[in-house]
Nanobody
Framework: QVQLVESGGGLVQPGGSLRLSCAAS????????MNWYRQVPEKQRELVAT???????SYADSVKGRFTISRDYAKNLSYLQMNSLKPEDTAVYYC???????????????WGQGTQVTVSS
C-alpha cells in the first residue's frame, strides 16, 4: 500500500512563512508528478503547485512568486515553501501524487489526509 502524509501546517500571521512536507511511503516503483492542492469549505479543491518527474514546476496564479514546490527524489518527499502568506491562503492543503507500484503497471492517484494552514493575525 502507498501512503502520503503531510506535515508542517499551522497558524501563521499574514506575511509569514510555512513549509509543508509530504512523505510518500509504501511499495513505490516510481512517482510521476507530485502536486499540492488546497480546499476551503464549500469550494472546489484547487491545484496550487505541481512538480513533474523532470523537475518542471507550475503554479496557480494566486501563489506565483510566493510559493515554491520542490522534491527530494531519493526520499520520495515533496515540499511546499509558502512565503508572504495571506489570509486568503487559509485552507486545508493536500498532497497528491501519481504513483506506480510495479514496473509495467499503470500509475494511480494517491492523496494525503490534508494539513490545515491558517493565516490570521
Amino acid at each position: 500500500q502507498v501512503q502520503l502524509v503531510e506535515s508542517g501546517g499551522g497558524l501563521v500571521q499574514p506575511g509569514g512563512s510555512l513549509r509543508l512536507s509530504c512523505a510518500a511511503s509504501g511499495t513505490i516503483f516510481r512517482i510521476k508528478a507530485m502536486n499540492w492542492y488546497r480546499q476551503v469549505p464549500e469550494k472546489q479543491r484547487e491545484l496550487v503547485a505541481t512538480i513533474t518527474n523532470d523537475g518542471n514546476t507550475s503554479y496557480a496564479d494566486s501563489v506565483k512568486g510566493r510559493f515554491t514546490i520542490s522534491r527530494d527524489y531519493a526520499k520520495n518527499l515533496s515540499y511546499l515553501q509558502m512565503n508572504s502568506l495571506k489570509p486568503e491562503d487559509t485552507a486545508v492543503y493536500y498532497c497528491n501524487a501519481d504513483i506506480g507500484t510495479k514496473r509495467g503497471w499503470p500509475t494511480l492517484d494517491y492523496w494525503g489526509q490534508g494539513t490545515q494552514v491558517t493565516v490570521s493575525s
